[in-house]
């Protein structure tokens, strides 16, 4: 099975040196999904406009996939 690494990006790049074992790219996404979505679940780490960041990477280092997670929020 592949190995797919999530670098995540909030201000802060935390780049994953182990990867996942995953069956192909649309579920490398998924996970990226899941990963970003983790990064959001805590308030804290929305910095840097809000916006998270997360690059799939293949095992040959080429970016598969990128997802683009951001919270707005507007003071009334």
């Known amino acids: 099975m592949p190995r797919f690494f999530f670098d995540a ?4 790049d935390a780049r ?3 990867g996942r074992e995953l069956p192909d790219a649309a579920a490398a996404q998924r996970a ?3 990963v970003a979505a983790s ?3 805590c308030p804290d780490r929305l910095i840097d406009e809000g916006v ?3 690059s799939v990477r293949d095992e040959a280092d ?3 996939a990128t997802v683009r997670l951001a919270c707005l ?3 009334a």
């Open 73 to 75: 929020v507007e003071a």
């Open 39 to 41: 990064y959001a679940s």
């Open 32 to 34: 990226a999904v899941t």
């Open 9 to 12: 990006r909030n201000g802060v």
């Open 16 to 18: 994953d040196a182990e």
């Open 52 to 54: 998270i960041v997360v």
């Open 62 to 64: 080429l970016v598969v």
